[in-house]
Structures are given as C-alpha cells and as structure tokens.
C-alpha cells in the first residue's frame, strides 16, 4: 500500500512561491507555451515579416503554417481539457494546529491534476484520474486557509504546450488554536481544578415547593430561597437532591495594546481565506492555546465554562445553557472552534484606567465567589495590579495567568497579586506550556 503523503509547513520554510511568467500571459493562459511552442510562434511570425519584405509567397507560407501548427495546439488542448470540477472533501473533523489534517480530492475525468496547497506548504501532490488522492496536512498556524483551487496539468504530443490551469475551486479550512495534553499532568488536579460543585439548577423542582435548610458556611449565594428567608427570620437555602454541576469562568484579554508593546511583540498575520488577514502576535497566539487547553481540561471534568472578554461580552454567541457533562463539552467545543477566527479589539487612542475590568464582568465575578475563575491577561500596569488585587475580597478561586514581555520587570506587580492568595502565573513568550504544571 503507497504511504499517504504529508505535509508540514515546518518543513518548507525555505520553499517560496515565485511566478516566472508575467501577468498578462497568465491571464490569458499563454504561460501554457513551452520555449519550443514560443520558438514556432517567433519563427512563423519572422517568417512572415521576411516574406512580405522580400515577397517570397513560399516564405509566407511556411510562417503562416508554423503559427497555425503552434495555435491549433495551444486551442486544441485548452479546448479538449477536462470542464468537469474536482471533488475535495475535508476528512478531519475540526482541524487543529499541530494535528494531521487529512483532505481527499478526486476526478472523475481523464486528467492529470496537482494540488494547489496553502504557500508556506510547497508543492502538493499530483495523480492522474479518473481517480482520488488522499494527502495530509499539518497546519502550523491558526486561521481560515485555503487549499486549491486545484491545478490541471496540460500538454500537446508536438510539446508545443505544457503547463496548468486551474480547475474546481477552493476549500476553506478553519484551523483552531493548539491544544495542550494538560491531562498528562498528575498535578494539575491540585493545581488548577480549584472548584468544587456547589451550583445546581432543578430541571423539576418549583421554585416555591423545593426543600429548604439552614445557610452552612460555604454554601453558594445562588443556593439562598429568598422567600424561605423572609418567612423563617434567617437565611435559608435550597435543599436540592440531584447532582450538582460545576461551573467555571474564563476571562480572556483581547485588548490590542496589551498584546503589542512597542514592536517588543513578534507580529503575526492569521490568514481569513478570501479576506484580509487578522493581526496577532506570537503573545496572544499563545495566550490563546492556553485557553483552549485549560477550557478543554475543565469540560473534560464536567464544568459548564463561561467564556468573557474583559468588559464582560460573551466571547461566544448565546445559546441554550444545560448543566450536563455533554453540554460542558460542547461549549467548550464551540469557543474552540471560534478560535480560528479569534482576533484582537481594534486598537484606541484612549487612555486606559485602572480599572481593567468592565461592570458587566464584575457584576458576574459575584456570583464566582465560591467557582472557579480563570484570568489570562497581557500586559499589566502596577495600578492595574493593585486595583484586580482588591477583587480577591470577593473572589477566592482565580487561577490568574499574566502572559508578558518582560517577567522580570514585573516586581511590584508581583508583590500586589501576592497579597490576593490567588494562583499567579508570569508567562513569557518563549514559555513551553507543556511544562507549566510541571514546575516546583
């Protein structure tokens, strides 16, 4: 059985796409001459000049046979080509950054074909139909990427003509973010699954006719039967017997200017297919896979994940909410999927406060104060610092990841979120984040 062909745009960091034909010529598909078919096209035209100088009628007709030997051909197989377009099917369900990605084309015509992959790729793979290829990719970028549209390899028996046109159109693939093996990690249990499930909603239960009990210290507020309160003098509770389902939130920064410092950052472009590409840097690439990798820890764990901007907007859209393990895993699924065209706020003169936090989010921090929460924040000023730290009042279980250009220049920094009790975590860029959870 033939290996299937891979490939890796790691591998072919030194390949680059020229094209040696001038525009015009390929608008019009005159790249498909070959140096013998341009050769016959100069010397029929020639030919013809010298004839009408010297009017030689013999001399005129051997130039006017050369150029229709050499036109015929070229007519003849742009003509006689397969009109039929190819099939490409995306095999691999939700591609992702680091991981094969397979992809099938087919024809099912007499043609020679060769795939027209993404540029940092190279070459693709070239077969013959009727018939399929089937061929893998490692993409290592996030992003829309297109692949195709496929190439048609053309030639006459004279090899006046030999070149490619294109044939079938292109395929978007989205590829999300890469995901880190957390669960490799015995630790990280300890270390990052801070929440316990107090949480729980009835799906039977009438608000009025639940039981009730007396308010234990570490009982979620979302628990207090505010009626039941009112009636006994004192705080009561839901008494609820079905099992509970965890929750856990995750802010995420997108905030342009705390990912670009001063060209500090090395700048990316994230290709969006037919669109212009979204600007990122190596910072925020990373900050991402962070997040994808932690939220598909918490889901495995059965943790229905709320996924916020700064300001408190939803980073997905709004759907129906289910506390159950399925639907845990499927919110986590969607976020990751909409990583692929994740991009950073547009970027604002304004002057930014301290307080880096908008209402909306720190309304929801309330009701957090017994979940757990996780942070994953660019750069960060000392006033910025000092006004977060003064959240861990209300907010105990923050696991805060600050993702930064310079760990080092971040003291007092340090020494504010020291005082917090949360978990903190100063990242560089270069930061391996397989070894995170590794560390002392």
């Not at 790249?31 to 005129?60: N, Q």
């Amino acid at each position: 059985m033939e290996k299937m062909q891979r490939f890796d745009s790691r591998d072919a960091l030194s390949w680059t796409r020229t094209d040696s034909t001038p525009a015009t010529l390929r608008r019009f598909q005159l790249d498909l001459f070959t140096v013998r078919g341009w050769a016959t096209l100069c010397s029929g035209a020639l030919l013809i000049f010298l004839a009408y100088i010297l009017g030689r009628h013999e001399m005129m007709a051997l130039g006017i046979g050369l150029l229709t030997v050499a036109l015929v051909s070229w007519l003849l197989v742009l003509r006689l080509r397969n009109k039929s377009k190819l099939t490409r099917k995306l095999l691999t369900a939700n591609p992702v950054v680091g991981d094969i990605t397979r992809l099938q084309l087919s024809c099912a015509e007499n043609a020679k074909v060769k795939e027209s992959l993404p540029p940092e790729f190279g070459p693709g793979p070239e077969f013959t139909g009727p018939g399929e290829t089937v061929y893998e990719l490692i993409f290592r970028t996030r992003g829309i990427h297109l692949v195709g549209p496929a190439k048609q390899i053309l030639s006459d028996p004279l090899g006046l003509v030999d070149g490619m046109v294109d044939s079938g159109d292109a395929l978007p693939v989205p590829v999300c973010a890469e995901i880190h093996p957390l669960e490799r990690f015995a630790s990280l249990g300890d270390k990052m699954l801070t929440g316990d499930a107090r949480f729980s909603r009835s799906t039977t239960a009438d608000y009025y006719d639940v039981a009730t009990r007396d308010y234990q210290q570490g009982d979620s507020i979302r628990q207090v039967h505010w009626k039941a309160t009112a009636r006994q003098g004192k705080l009561m509770v839901r008494q609820e017997n079905h099992v509970a389902t965890a929750q856990a939130l995750l802010v995420f920064d997108r905030t342009y200017e705390h990912w670009h410092i001063n060209g500090a950052d090395l700048r990316l472009g994230i290709p969006q297919g037919d669109g212009p590409p979204i600007q990122s840097s190596r910072r925020f690439e990373m900050a991402l896979s962070l997040a994808c990798s932690i939220g598909q820890r918490y889901a495995a764990n059965g943790y229905q994940l709320l996924f916020r901007e700064l300001s408190g907007e939803q980073l997905l859209k709004a759907g129906s909410v289910s506390l159950s393990g399925a639907s845990a895993q499927a919110g986590f699924e969607d976020f990751h999927a909409a990583s692929a065209e994740m991009s950073l706020r547009a970027p604002t003169n304004a002057a930014e406060g301290p307080e880096i936090l908008g209402e909306g989010l720190r309304k929801l921090l309330l009701g957090f104060r017994d979940e757990p929460v996780i942070m994953i924040l660019g750069e960060l000023r000392t006033n910025q610092a000092a006004w977060l730290a003064t959240l861990a009042r209300s907010v105990r279980h923050v696991e805060l990841f600050l993702l930064v250009s310079h760990p080092e220049r971040y003291h007092e920094v340090q020494q504010h979120l020291a005082e917090t009790g949360w978990k903190v975590h100063f990242l560089a860029a270069n930061t391996n984040i397989n070894e995170l959870w590794s560390r002392p």
